[in-house]
């Protein structure tokens, strides 16, 4: 696919980012995009490989190797050096339902697989996708399409984020008539709350939703589903119900003086700040002001990365991350082998930004707070901190991250943001509807499965297989999908990949 010798006429060339310090002076998206000739040739690198490994999506020592979906890689990589971008679309979309978010917020594990990165530099398959849905949208493919005929069946779709969109666009198209509820005002779930402006700028999702809408889907917000809107309701008034809420229960950092005024998880903070802005440009001050103040992001993942950008872009007087693991390295390992996900140190935008306001990477590895330290009114003032190593437990023989006797510091810290993952479901919607859930309080199905031990009731996402990313998320929306269709019709020609 592509040109055969594309890989030698051209370099990697990628879109530019504006200067961290002037992006910093708002929450838009920051990168302009190649014009049309010169993502045509980044199309012409993809290298008509014999293996496609980044559209394979299989797990290599535990870890994803390509896309997830199986994006057609390869075939719209070519159409696209072709400079056949409704055919590129077609391909696109064929696998994907939501190339808008993935080709902003996702990885790219396709990148990550390119055989041509194996030697060099990876075919620029993220921004190609992004190349492909925004031109789709310009010229009118990406148009809403309703599906022709009504199959009379009602499913309802409980959330809103990737998994539930990806499983109502899917049943929609099959002809069921789709009702989405989601408990927030604003359809998207942690696309919409959990990610930032800077990453995803949330027109595009409302672009989305209402073709959606035009193609038949409803959608309820501000619908709590088992508090406000009752499970048996529910069941009595749709034929299949998907359970798709994500896993929004944060992991708690246990610490003395984690009472303190001022220490707050991620997400609250990430939807606080988002919610404000969309509401009223931040003018109404419903969020965590953090201006002036020295913040302390626990956690060192894209979450935390996202609270680096935003505490930046909010005026904070210092910013600093702590991260319990150790440093990864620079480049590969002799362990860590192509097309493994390479488990390569990454400096993102919020970090690439603190250092440009700073001077300093703000991460600080190996590190747990062991103490929040609070003023005599019970506000945060500081935190004791302790560095970890890595040593071997005697007993299982893994290693595990143990404190550094003696290692104790002080730093000062007015806000905490806990970025440290997610638990699973939440319990008052699993016991709602009487799902079982395994030891990670997932919701259970059979291996390979998605219909739950509740007749009629499915699950897909993080709240089935916990916290992950928006390609799996969508993969599980589409496979759910399937799923229900054959449950209600005794056969389904829904395309899972």
Known sequence: ???????????????????????????????????????QEQGARCMSCGVPFCQAGMTIMGMTSGCPLHNLVPEWNDLVYRGNW???????????????????????????????????????TKENEHGIIEYAYAHGFADAKPPKVRTGKKVAVIGSGPAGLAAADQLNKRGHQVTVYERADRVGGLLMYGIPNMKLEKHVIDRKIKIMEQEGVTFVTGADVGKDVKPAKLLKDFDRVILACGAKNPRDIKAPGRDAK???????????????????DLKDKKYVDVKDKHVVIIGGGDT????????????????????????????????????????????DYGQEEAIAVFGHDPRIY???????????????KELVTVRLESVKDE???????????????????????????????????????????????????????????????????????????????????????????????????????
């Open 1 to 39: 696919m592509g040109k055969p010798t594309g890989f030698l006429d051209y370099e990697r060339k990628t879109a530019t980012a504006v200067d961290p310090k002037e992006r910093i002076k708002n929450f838009r998206e920051f990168h302009t995009p190649l014009p049309l000739e010169e993502q």
């Open 86 to 124: 409704e055919q590129a679309y077609h391909r696109l979309k064929k696998t994907n339902n939501f190339p808008e978010f993935t080709s902003r917020v996702c990885p790219a594990l396709c990148e990550a697989a390119c055989t041509c990165g194996n030697y060099g530099d990876s075919v620029t």
């Open 262 to 280: 001022g220490i707050y998880f991620a997400v609250d903070f990430l939807g606080g700040v988002t919610k404000s802005l969309l509401d009223s």
């Open 304 to 347: 935390g990365n996202d609270c680096v950008g935003t505490s930046i872009r909010l005026g904070a007087a210092s910013v600093t991350q702590l991260e319990m693991m150790p440093k990864a390295p620079d480049t590969r390992a002799e362990n860590n082998p192509w097309p493994e996900w390479p488990k390569v140190c990454k400096t």
């Open 366 to 380: 190996q590190t747990t707070v062991k103490e929040f330290v609070k003023d005599k009114n019970g506000n945060l």
């Open 395 to 497: 007993k299982n023989g893994r290693m595990v991250m143990r404190e550094v006797e003696g290692s104790e510091k002080k730093m000062p810290a007015d806000i905490v943001l806990i970025a440290a993952g997610f638990l699973g479901s939440e319990a008052y919607v699993t016991k709602a509807f009487g799902v079982n859930v395994n030891e990670r309080t997932n919701v259970a199905t059979e291996a390979g499965k998605y219909k739950t031990n509740v007749d009629h009731v499915y699950t897909a996402g993080d709240m089935h297989r916990g916290q992950s990313l928006v390609v799996w998320a969508i993969r599980e929306g589409r496979e759910v999908a399937r799923e229900v269709d054959e449950s209600l019709m005794g056969y389904s020609y829904l395309s899972i990949q």
